[in-house]
């Protein structure tokens, strides 16, 4: 199968279930809307790239309390416990994601972290603690 490309969004709708397809299947889909080209693909195969492409969790163990920071992101999250700091993370990655959406998005010079803000949008709860320590998703 080949690149399916739709020049309006009138043509996906009629093709929706073949165009879902493709993307599940890993085939390059997009969708011509008002002179703009969008991208159609599975979630979970975007999150893994966004995921690769993102910067990783740094832990550190301070005194009694955990520490996690993201280099290059204005976060930091802590916790007696290493899953309590987890906890704390996913909150303050949820919290920092919806500001960027709500006050940065589409403004000039945030492009350094959409990908960050994707990944942390479209992940679940599982799936950001799974990134955030390393692990392969």
Known sequence: MSVMEYQDVT???YHITEALTAARDGV???VVQDSQRYALVEVDR???TFAAAS???R???D???WCLFVPGLPVLAEGFTVNDMLDDAIAVLHEYADDWIDGVCGSAGTD???NVVQLVSLSTD???RGWLVGAEN
């Open 11 to 13: 043509d996906v709708s």
């Open 28 to 30: 390059p889909v997009s």
């Open 46 to 48: 975007l999150l893994k």
């Open 55 to 57: 910067p990783r969790a």
């Open 59 to 61: 832990v550190v163990h």
């Open 63 to 65: 005194g009694d309390r």
């Open 112 to 114: 350094t972290q959409w």
């Open 126 to 128: 599982e799936q950001l």
